[in-house]
């Protein structure tokens, strides 16, 4: 089935739709759009702890939504470096690119009303997440576990798993990820030491082979990430090629609060 030309009212599709066959071009007409539309209005979202705003973007008579995080608006941390999770949203996005996994929604760091940021599609969702709604609703909850696991995610709540208004899962919220110190959390441990599903491990390899090599990936990754960062993912990535086994929780930390 062809799918019809890029607009900003098209659902991405199923990933088990015939129509995602042009996932990748999707995503990157979606992201040329976010990266070339001109923010219009933008209203803060409340209750996060960075500022975030939803802005609508119009260009070429289109107009969409989308999530703006500035860089000015994130709240000082301990263990993260001051200034970097909005490149850590965008680094999550190509990752999840690179596999062909297509979890993300389209995601750019761009210029805003308050400086530079990320810009992510906003995703239209059902209803909110409950704990358990991945576990009846979702196959791909392995996926979600193993991507975690690659890309260090110190913030995996079931809020940032949304069901979209086309049924498809999506993951948001990635600005705690690629620490080079190990700081998985998340409330998914339902896989702990089970074998990692064969296909994933294989398409983890060829993202190896990719960040080993000097490919367009790598080189985009390593402007958003330090030097250190981009090594301890490729000792992640090592470690699971050659230890393909989910990992258990070390500490009551491993498990974030609130779990929404």
């Known amino acids: 089935m062809k799918r019809e030309p890029f607009d900003t009212s098209f659902n991405f599709g199923h990933p088990d739709s015939p129509e995602s066959c042009n996932e990748a071009q999707i995503m990157i007409e979606a992201c040329s759009f976010l990266e070339q539309g001109e923010i219009t209005s933008y209203q803060p979202v409340y209750n996060a702890s960075n500022h975030v705003f939803l802005v609508e973007l119009r260009n070429e008579g289109k107009v969409a939504r989308a999530i703006y995080k500035p860089r000015r608006g994130e709240t000082p ?43 992510q599609w906003f995703v239209e969702a059902k209803k909110r997440v409950s704990y358990d709604m991945p576990r009846v609703k979702s196959s791909t909850l392995e996926q979600v576990a193993l991507f975690d696991c690659l890309v260090n995610n110190a913030d995996r709540k079931a809020g940032h798993y949304l069901e979209g208004a086309d049924g498809r899962f999506w993951l948001v919220d990635h600005g705690l990820t690629f620490n080079s110190v190990p700081k ?3 409330v998914f441990w ?16 060829v993202l190896q082979q990719e960040l080993n090599r000097k490919k367009p990936f790598n080189e985009a990754l390593s402007r958003l990430l330090a030097v250190s960062e981009m090594d301890a993912l490729r000792l992640r990535l090592k470690n699971i090629v050659n230890n393909p086994v989910f990992p258990y929780p070390q500490s009551r930390r491993s498990v974030p609060w609130d779990w929404m």
């Open 190 to 205: 339902d896989f702990s030491g089970q074998p990692m599903p064969k296909k994933l491990v294989s398409e983890m390899r």
């Open 184 to 186: 998985l959390r998340t």
């Open 77 to 119: 941390l301990y263990d993260f470096p001051d200034g970097t999770l909005y490149r850590r949203e965008r680094a999550a996005f190509l990752t999840s690119q690179a596999l062909e996994w297509f979890l993300i929604p389209p995601t750019v760091v761009r210029d805003g009303p308050y400086g530079i940021g990320s810009v």
